[in-house]
């Protein structure tokens, strides 16, 4: 597991209600200015619409901000063989897990992203988290411990993407609805009957716990485009960094 550090800022209640925030221009510009991520996804459902360095400097000298260091994980990345890796089913919630469970979800909303498997992140352990509340209505984290799909209906098709799969999405088909079977965070267990995107997501990340990506049911001609494409971007970010 490999971690980056990065401040966790939470914005006080005066600041910026009723606005929309522009998150990913925050994190880049602070990313870019200090060298360290800055993650403005808190709990708050109010941002800041033009957030700049100097601004944010400013507001958190003031007290308006909450800061707190806190974690992400590094995302591995197709074709890593690590995605390819089958999970374990985790037998023990310990807190070594619970750590684990708060990290994942740091780094997905950081990505920012609506669902995150643990081999995702380089552990090969049965755990999903994922977070389907559109953005301005705050976070509403869910966690699925050994989760499995005990029965499906039906057949949606949906653009989707991954984190591991960059610069990449594809129309997938997938089961309309999925009864899931797992547990929480505290290993009380959970039956969830799923549709719509809640059922995609969920059968997106349990095909991730088991080492299998949305991009293995696209076209082989796709796939092989795709692999064509990252090639070319793996070159150029190899030049641009030497
Ligand atoms: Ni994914």
Redesign the pocket.
Not at 160 to 165: F, G, P
């Given at each position: 597991m490999e971690t980056h550090s990065f401040y966790k800022i939470s914005p006080a209640e005066n600041f910026g209600k009723g606005k929309q925030a522009q998150k990913g221009l925050g994190v880049a510009l602070i990313s870019y200015s200090r060298g360290c991520r800055i993650s403005l996804v808190p709990s708050s459902e109010s941002f800041c619409t033009s957030i700049t360095w100097e601004s944010l400097t400013s507001k958190t000298e003031r007290g308006n901000f909450e800061v707190s260091m806190s974690e992400t994980l590094k995302i591995y990345t197709y074709p890593d063989p690590v995605l390819r890796t089958s999970t374990e089913e985790v037998v023990d919630i310990d807190e070594e897990t619970q750590k684990l469970i708060d990290q994942m979800a740091e780094t997905m909303y950081a990505a920012p992203?609506i669902?995150?498997?643990a081999n995702?992140v380089g552990v090969a352990k049965s755990i999903v988290v994922y977070d389907l509340t559109p953005k301005d209505k705050g976070r509403n984290l869910s966690v699925l411990i050994n989760p499995e799909i005990v029965s499906s209906e039906g057949r949606i098709v949906f653009d989707?993407?991954?984190?591991?799969?960059i610069d990449f999405s594809a129309e997938v088909a997938r089961s309309a609805m999925v009864k899931v079977r797992g547990f929480d965070r505290h290993g009380r267990p959970v039956d969830i009957e799923a549709e719509g995107l809640l059922a995609i997501c969920l059968q997106?990340?349990i095909?991730?716990l088991k080492g299998k990506?949305?991009i293995d049911y696209v076209s082989s001609l796709k796939r092989a485009l795709y692999k064509k494409k990252l090639k070319k971007m793996m070159k150029k970010s190899k030049v641009s960094n030497t």
């Open positions: 992203g669902g995150l498997a995702q989707e993407a991954c984190l591991s799969v997106h990340e095909d991730h990506l949305f």
